[in-house]
């Protein structure tokens, strides 16, 4: 599905800026796309009342903590197959796609069926009101079998982006989108012969979705038809590659679940001021994947970059590659934030009608202006890091920042004057805002050029 020409290039040669951009731009359709399939998720429960908002948005959630784990060997896999494309060594590449994917596999297998048994048990913890607890449990049941493809499809992803091949995973998301964006309403809503499944269609109209993709990911791999080629003929489990993975991948995977972690917190913080303040912590988490899709998107691309410039011997080159994606990113989030500032009424109205929703969700929406503006310096120069290994500072820095002073401020800013609610979105500018110096300051150090894995 990729090209000739984009299979044998060498992305540590030739111009920075075009490589970048080549690199980047598949992936910034690939996120896009991706992100479109829980805005269009929301745009569906959306109509059906603030509960069911409220209870997809929980569900997906408590599905993001447990696919935290299997994220992290993702970030390990993507660092050790890009270092070893950029030192040339494809032998050594395809060995290591070999064992990640099998780890990952049964992790993602495991974890999955401890979440779906626990369905019930992670509402109450979060103390949700009866209505939405009742709507959410069969969709996080579901998301979580969605979970295992969602990660076959991640990992194909990784291997073949990491490689240097990001145009085959955009053209398999592009088939996985529409898939999904067409049978998601058939399925909630119970048009022509479909059951009306409420926001469980949703769910299982991503699990179809995700599994066609999985196996089209899967297929193109151990066919060759990307940078590199699957297989697991003879397959033993080399305990030395994986271990390195698992070196690699697992302050990732802390990175992540801490994240996903915090952010159940925050929702509990925010469950106390009603069903409607839920709904609109919801939506704006929605706004905010397809928000960040852009420097995600220039972030990876730096990340892989980085991590083949630094395989193949040129840290410098690693070091102007994230510069430039930083400046890309910054002058993009300027862009969205004046957007933003002028029109979040009507971009979270495109969601839901409900006008209370619609006054907290425009509102969160101009606080985050704050953080944008370091968004992309931030997520560029952690990519990066990643990508060339050094997963330890960004597992540091975010369990600092966000269980020594997000969780605090989110639990006292709301009870600071009139702040309320928006008390708990201005806790977590603060944690943006302070991390963005510690990138700044440690990657000016150049530790990270030096990294061995």
């Given at each position: 599905?990729?090209?000739e020409r984009s299979?044998?290039?060498?992305?540590t040669q030739g111009?920075?800026?075009?490589?970048?951009?080549?690199?980047?731009?598949?992936?910034?359709?690939?996120?896009?796309?991706v992100?479109?399939?829980?805005?269009?998720?929301?745009?569906?429960?959306?109509?059906?009342?603030?509960?069911?908002i409220?209870?997809?948005?929980?569900?997906?959630?408590?599905?993001?903590?447990?696919?935290s784990?299997?994220?992290?060997?993702?970030?390990?896999?993507?660092?050790?197959?890009a270092?070893?494309v950029?030192?040339?060594?494809?032998e050594?590449?395809?060995?290591?796609?070999?064992q990640g994917?099998?780890?990952?596999t049964?992790?993602?297998?495991?974890?999955?069926i401890?979440?779906?048994s626990?369905?019930?048990?992670?509402?109450?913890?979060?103390?949700?009101?009866?209505?939405?607890?009742?709507?959410?449990?069969?969709?996080?049941?579901?998301?979580?079998?969605?979970?295992?493809?969602?990660?076959?499809r991640?990992t194909?992803d990784?291997?073949m982006?990491?490689?240097?091949?990001?145009?085959?995973?955009?053209?398999?998301?592009?088939?996985?989108t529409?898939?999904?964006?067409?049978?998601?309403?058939?399925?909630?809503?119970?048009w022509?012969?479909?059951?009306?499944?409420?926001?469980?269609?949703?769910?299982?109209a991503?699990?179809?979705?995700?599994?066609?993709?999985?196996?089209?990911?899967?297929?193109?791999?151990?066919?060759?038809?990307?940078?590199?080629?699957?297989?697991?003929?003879?397959?033993?489990?080399?305990?030395?590659?994986?271990?390195?993975?698992?070196?690699?991948?697992a302050?990732?995977?802390?990175?992540?679940?801490?994240?996903?972690?915090?952010?159940?917190?925050?929702?509990?913080?925010?469950?106390?001021?009603?069903?409607?303040?839920?709904?609109?912590?919801?939506?704006?988490?929605?706004?905010d994947?397809?928000?960040?899709l852009?420097?995600?998107?220039?972030?990876?691309?730096?990340?892989?970059?980085?991590?083949?410039?630094?395989g193949?011997?040129?840290?410098?080159?690693?070091?102007k590659?994230?510069?430039?994606?930083?400046?890309?990113?910054?002058?993009?989030?300027?862009?969205?934030?004046?957007?933003?500032?002028?029109?979040?009424?009507?971009i979270?109205?495109?969601?839901?009608?409900?006008?209370?929703?619609?006054d907290?969700?425009a509102?969160?929406?101009?606080?985050?202006?704050?953080?944008?503006?370091?968004?992309g310096?931030?997520?560029?120069?952690?990519?990066?890091?990643?990508?060339?290994?050094d997963?330890?500072?960004?597992?540091l820095?975010?369990?600092?920042?966000?269980?020594?002073?997000q969780?605090?401020?989110?639990?006292?800013?709301?009870?600071?004057?009139?702040?309320g609610?928006?008390g708990?979105?201005?806790?977590?500018?603060?944690?943006m805002?302070?991390?963005?110096?510690?990138?700044?300051?440690y990657?000016?150090?150049?530790?990270?050029?030096?990294k061995?894995?």
């Amino acid at each position: 599905m990729a090209t000739e020409r984009s299979l044998e290039r060498d992305w540590t040669q030739g111009s920075i800026v075009s490589n970048l951009l080549s690199l980047s731009w598949p992936m910034l359709v690939s996120r896009g796309l991706v992100a479109l399939r829980p805005i269009v998720d929301m745009m569906v429960a959306g109509r059906l009342g603030a509960a069911p908002i409220a209870g997809v948005g929980i569900g997906t959630l408590a599905v993001m903590v447990a696919e935290s784990l299997t994220m992290g060997l993702t970030v390990g896999l993507r660092a050790m197959i890009a270092r070893l494309v950029g030192a040339g060594d494809k032998e050594a590449a395809n060995h290591t796609a070999q064992q990640g994917y099998v780890v990952s596999t049964i992790l993602a297998v495991v974890l999955a069926i401890i979440g779906a048994s626990l369905a019930e048990q992670i509402l109450l913890l979060l103390g949700v009101e009866s209505e939405v607890a009742i709507q959410g449990a069969p969709y996080i049941r579901i998301a979580f079998i969605a979970a295992v493809f969602m990660t076959l499809r991640n990992t194909n992803d990784a291997i073949m982006e990491a490689s240097g091949d990001t145009m085959t995973p955009m053209k398999i998301i592009g088939v996985y989108t529409a898939l999904h964006i067409a049978l998601c309403p058939f399925l909630v809503y119970g048009w022509w012969f479909f059951p009306r499944l409420g926001i469980s269609g949703a769910a299982w109209a991503g699990t179809v979705a995700q599994s066609v993709a999985a196996s089209i990911g899967l297929y193109l791999l151990l066919s060759g038809q990307s940078r590199l080629r699957l297989t697991f003929r003879n397959f033993n489990f080399d305990f030395d590659t994986v271990w390195r993975i698992v070196k690699v991948g697992a302050p990732a995977s802390v990175t992540s679940m801490e994240r996903s972690f915090a952010q159940m917190i925050v929702m509990w913080f925010v469950v106390p001021f009603g069903t409607m303040a839920v709904a609109a912590h919801t939506l704006h988490a929605r706004i905010d994947m397809f928000i960040y899709l852009p420097i995600m998107a220039w972030a990876m691309g730096a990340g892989i970059l980085a991590g083949q410039n630094l395989g193949a011997g040129q840290p410098e080159r690693a070091q102007k590659t994230a510069w430039l994606g930083v400046a890309i990113s910054s002058a993009l989030m300027v862009l969205i934030s004046t957007i933003i500032w002028f029109q979040a009424e009507g971009i979270v109205r495109i969601f839901t009608p409900q006008t209370g929703v619609i006054d907290i969700a425009a509102t969160f929406l101009r606080i985050e202006i704050a953080a944008l503006l370091a968004a992309g310096l931030i997520i560029v120069l952690s990519q990066c890091l990643n990508g060339v290994g050094d997963t330890m500072p960004v597992m540091l820095v975010n369990l600092v920042t966000v269980w020594g002073m997000q969780v605090p401020l989110a639990y006292f800013l709301p009870r600071v004057g009139d702040l309320g609610v928006y008390g708990v979105r201005w806790a977590l500018v603060t944690r943006m805002l302070c991390r963005a110096v510690f990138y700044v300051i440690y990657f000016q150090v150049g530790r990270w050029k030096h990294k061995k894995i």
